[in-house]
C-alpha cells in the first residue's frame, strides 16, 4: 500500500507556472506507475499526464501537450507535474494517482486503472 500527498498548488496568473508535488510512502515507489489527472467544479475527473515505472514513458493530454512536464524522482519517491503557459481552463483540483500492477513500460491514462489516490491540492489560474 502506498499514501500519496500532493503539494504545490496555489493562484496564479494566466501564462505563470506552478509546479506539483506527490510524495509517496513506502520503499517501492519505483514499482508504482504514476499518473496526474483534474476535477473542475461540475465536471468528470480527467486525465492530465502519466509517467511509467523508472520513467521509461510518458502520456499527456491534448490539452496539456507542450505544457505540462510529468517526471519522477524515486530517490525521494515523488512524482512531479511542471506546468507551464497556464490559462483559466486549467483550473481544478489536481490528483496524484498511482498503481503497482501496470506493466513496466506501461503509461495508464484511465482513472480506473489506478488503485491509490492522494487528496488533491487546488490550481487557481485567473484571467
Known amino acids: 500500500q502506498v499514501q500519496l500527498v500532493e503539494s504545490g498548488g496555489g493562484l496564479v496568473q494566466a501564462g505563470g507556472s506552478l509546479r506539483l508535488s506527490c510524495a509517496a510512502s513506502g520503499r517501492t515507489f519505483s514499482s508504482y506507475a504514476m499518473g496526474w489527472f483534474r476535477q473542475a467544479p461540475g465536471k468528470e475527473r480527467e486525465f492530465v499526464a502519466a509517467?511509467?515505472?523508472?520513467?521509461?514513458?510518458?502520456s499527456y493530454a491534448d490539452s496539456v501537450k507542450g505544457r505540462f512536464t510529468i517526471s519522477r524522482d524515486d530517490a525521494k519517491n515523488t512524482v512531479y507535474l511542471q506546468m507551464n503557459m497556464l490559462k483559466p481552463e486549467d483550473t481544478a483540483v489536481y490528483y496524484c494517482?498511482?498503481?503497482?500492477?501496470?506493466?513496466?513500460?506501461?503509461?495508464?491514462?484511465?482513472?480506473?486503472?489506478?488503485?491509490?489516490w492522494g487528496q488533491g491540492t487546488q490550481v487557481t489560474v485567473s484571467s
Open positions: 494517482a498511482a498503481d503497482q500492477r501496470a506493466g513496466f513500460l506501461e503509461v495508464l491514462t484511465t482513472r480506473y486503472r489506478y488503485e491509490y
Open positions: 509517467i511509467s515505472k523508472r520513467g521509461g514513458r510518458t
